[in-house]
């Protein structure tokens, strides 16, 4: 059983640690093998060969390409979806933000493209099918799909509900599209030759070398720096990893009080047998390193036994997480490293861990030891043991039981701890997914829109043409345009990755009186008429953006070209949305010139994902015969699917830890049984002769082990309160900045209690039928 239970954990360990190792080297030799841009320089105009030589000849830049980003619509299958698509000339070599070709060609004419491995398999299609795209002003064209590339620096296209294909400047011109390479993706040097890594560095380079490109005539909209050589989910797994590991050590560390738990199970037996090796000269001494080299020969088997299994869970993991950050894992091999920490570990804690009862064992007196019969209560009663002598009932086999529970605390305590600890994981990790759907569900229900419909530029007759689309009962237009934070005097900054999606900032005007979203606030209050220069920020700006900025604070934006000062007025907390500042359209249409909408959010008959999706198809097809550009309609159901996508592998591995911890703290409940039975022989033979029948044996043993199973889900319950708590707050703060709320769920307490209280009645079977099966004059000759 110690080596079982110890083997069970240090494979949980190992997987963890594992998966953990292969996944921090994967992702960094994947990310970096796409050489990504350490910034992109968003121009007012072309970034010609006069522009990149230029760029090139800055000392401080390994390399620099022109290439050019849009959004267009692709129709697949009866159904439109967003496509991006990023624009080169057939000559770049590929020097900087490059992908790797799998499967046929890279594009190369004006009727080609190439497509990420992932936007294949969201949208269907393979190499050689037709692709019908259409860009913002353009008219529907189909493009042959040549080729499949990955691209590791983007998150796979059904998690982000997004298409990316890859073309030449040729094939956009065919499209509709101007073609004008309009952004600069420069490769800004380090201090040891490679790709920098440091934000301030590479923001000073960015900015010289966007003044370079000013003095060429060609003005600079804004700069574009994302986390130096992180995954756009790199700060996310990292914080998973932690999480993880820290849950796996407390498998491990409850693994090895369960060793100590047996190992004083085992001491129990042997009590009389240690006073007879010291009455012929044993010392405490060669006693304690007897015992502690059987744990240690325990231990090493049970490492051994973990090998394979961490191994493969360490593989399993990785590759769930690797096709959620869309990564290949090229070596799967386990860091030696790995397999020295779990060795360690795996000896020393359950060595340390046995020694307590180790050294108290062999420390008894000749006398105490040879005169044990394991049948005195340890210490002198306490409170609980107290009121349950004064039970009564008429279920003697019941009060028997419960009186014994006490009879031996410190070992209650351990048993109850374990399983108890398996409790609480397990009901905190639903409940965490309880407070996750919880705050999708008011996320959600704060915006009473069905479809958002983003539009390629202003378009007056827009709003009349969805109002008069079937299925649309109300409309309203929005203002929206990205922004970033500005900086006296400097090009404004951003840090947006290339998908144009993660850590994006946005300024967005709702109308006057907007129906169509209520945000809770965290601070201050909500915009009202007659505010020309107020914003209220949702929760991400502070943390991203503007550390510090408090209500009654003025943040100056750069928009559309423009700088303006605001004042924060509130702060919202707007779950599943970026960054964004809301202001109203007045102060809007001051701030950046625009006041027609770029954004409309529109309110359906019914509610169900159907026709969500029916209606958002109907309104791309209106708009687009009435020559509005669309850049995309989503419906708010995907937005729930992309939320939920990012949590999955997280839940499932601590609810996978919750099972094994359950399973040691079973294997414990029965080690603490046996042990039970054993110091109790006599006792027992005692209450057969007085008349106890085998039946009434066995309750008492069971109804022990399910009182004790019970006890420990009282505990659970209890303590997984805080553990909700704190792993809502850790989940939430690493994907919005919120907290999620704490949603005890009935039924998982309850399933729980019931799952527990099954497992104890099993666990105690063995244990209960030894019992039974003692003859009286067995249980009296015991010693």
Do not use: C
């Not at 490059?98 to 969201?122: I, N, V």
């Not at 989910?233 to 990292?238: A, K, R, S």
């Not at 398996?422 to 919880?438: H, I």
């Not at 928009?559 to 303006?564: F, M, S």
């Amino acid at each position: 059983m110690i080596v079982v239970a110890l083997a069970v954990s240090v494979s949980a360990v190992g997987g963890l640690l594992s998966g953990t190792a292969i996944l921090m080297r994967e992702v960094a030799r994947n990310y970096a093998g796409t050489i990504p841009a350490s910034a992109t320089i968003e121009l007012g105009g072309e970034a010609g060969p006069q522009v990149l030589a230029a760029v090139q000849d800055d000392p401080a830049v390994l390399a620099a390409a022109a290439r050019r980003t849009v959004r267009a619509t692709a129709e697949v299958d009866g159904r439109r979806v967003q496509v991006l698509l990023f624009g080169s000339t057939r000559a770049d070599p590929g020097e900087v933000s490059r992908q790797r070709l799998e499967k046929g060609e890279p594009a190369s004419g004006d009727d080609t493209l190439s497509m990420e491995r992932s936007s294949l398999a969201y949208l269907g299609l393979d190499v050689g099918d037709q692709l019908r795209l259409q860009v913002p002003g353009g008219a529907p064209q189909s493009l042959t799909i040549t080729g499949a590339v990955h691209d590791a620096a983007l998150s796979p296209s059904a998690q982000e509900t997004v298409g990316y294909a890859y073309l030449t400047v040729e094939a956009l011109q065919r499209l509709g599209d101007p073609g004008v390479l309009n952004e600069v993706k420069v490769l800004v040097a380090g201090p040891d030759g490679r790709a920098a890594t440091d934000v301030a560095q590479i923001e000073e380079v960015s900015r010289r070398v966007s003044r370079t490109v000013s003095d060429l005539g060609v003005p600079v909209e804004h700069i574009e720096i994302p986390p130096p050589m992180q995954h756009p989910h790199q700060t996310q797994m990292d914080a998973v990893s932690r999480l993880l590991l820290v849950f796996g050590g407390l498998a491990l560390l409850l693994s090895a009080v369960l060793t100590a738990t047996m190992v004083g199970g085992l001491l129990a037996q042997q009590v009389r047998q240690i006073g007879a090796m010291k009455t012929v000269g044993a010392t405490s001494g060669q006693l304690l390193r007897m015992y502690l080299a059987l744990v240690g020969v325990l231990a090493a088997a049970a490492t051994a036994l973990a090998v394979l299994p961490a191994g493969a869970l360490g593989r399993t993991l990785s590759a769930a997480v690797a096709r959620l950050l869309n990564i290949d894992l090229a070596d799967v091999s386990t860091p030696g490293w790995v397999w020295g920490v779990l060795a360690v570990t795996g000896l020393v804690v359950p060595m340390l861990t046995a020694l307590v009862p180790i050294t108290a064992a062999t420390r008894r007196t000749v006398r105490d030891a040879l005169d044990d019969h394991g049948t005195s209560a340890v210490g002198a009663p306490g409170r609980g043991a107290t009121l349950l002598t004064r039970l009564r009932s008429s279920d003697t086999a019941m009060l028997i039981a419960l009186r014994n529970l006490t009879r031996r605390r410190g070992r209650l305590a351990l048993t109850v701890g374990l399983l108890a600890s398996a409790g609480t994981l397990f009901v905190a990790s639903v409940n965490t997914v309880g407070g996750w759907n919880a705050q999708v569900d008011e996320g959600l229900a704060h915006r009473t829109y069905d479809v958002e419909l983003r539009l390629a530029g202003p378009s007056p007759s827009a709003t009349a043409v969805v109002k008069a689309t079937a299925g649309v009962t109300d409309v309203e237009p929005w203002l929206s345009l990205p922004t970033s934070v500005a900086l006296p005097g400097e090009t404004p900054v951003d840090h947006t990755y290339p998908d144009g999606g993660h850590n994006s900032f946005t300024l967005v005007a709702p109308p006057d009186g907007t129906t169509m979203l209520r945000l809770p606030l965290l601070e201050g209050r909500w915009l009202e008429p007659g505010d020309t220069d107020a914003v209220v920020l949702n929760q991400l700006v502070g943390p991203q953006r503007a550390p510090g900025v408090e209500v009654g604070d003025r943040i100056t934006l750069t928009t559309a070209g423009r700088n303006a000062s605001w004042l924060v007025v509130g702060i919202a907390s707007d779950f599943g949305s970026q960054g964004t500042a809301y202001v109203m359209p007045t102060g809007f249409a001051a701030a950046t010139g625009q006041a027609e909408a770029t954004m409309l959010r529109v309110r359906t008959a019914e509610h169900d994902a159907a026709t969500r999706t029916d209606v958002a198809e109907r309104l791309q097809q209106g708009l687009a015969a009435a020559g509005v550009p669309v850049v995309s309609a989503t419906a708010v159901d995907q937005l729930r699917g992309a939320l939920d996508g990012h949590v999955l592998v997280l839940v499932d591995t601590l609810l996978a830890i919750a099972l094994v911890m359950a399973v040691v703290g079973l294997l414990g409940l029965t080690s603490t049984m046996s042990t039970n039975v054993v110091e109790r022989t006599r006792e027992l033979g005692v209450m057969s002769a007085l008349g106890a029948t085998p039946r009434i044996l066995r309750r008492v043993v069971a109804i022990e082990g399910v009182a004790l199973a019970a006890l420990s889900a009282a505990v659970a319950l209890l303590a997984a309160l805080p553990l909700t708590l704190g792993l809502g707050r850790f989940i939430g703060q690493q994907a919005f900045h919120l907290d999620l709320p704490v949603v005890p769920s009935p039924v998982v307490a309850v399933g729980w209690t019931v799952l527990v209280l099954a497992g104890a009645a099993l666990a105690t079977t063995a244990p209960a039928r030894r019992a039974a099966r003692l003859t009286v004059r067995e249980a009296i000759a015991h010693v």
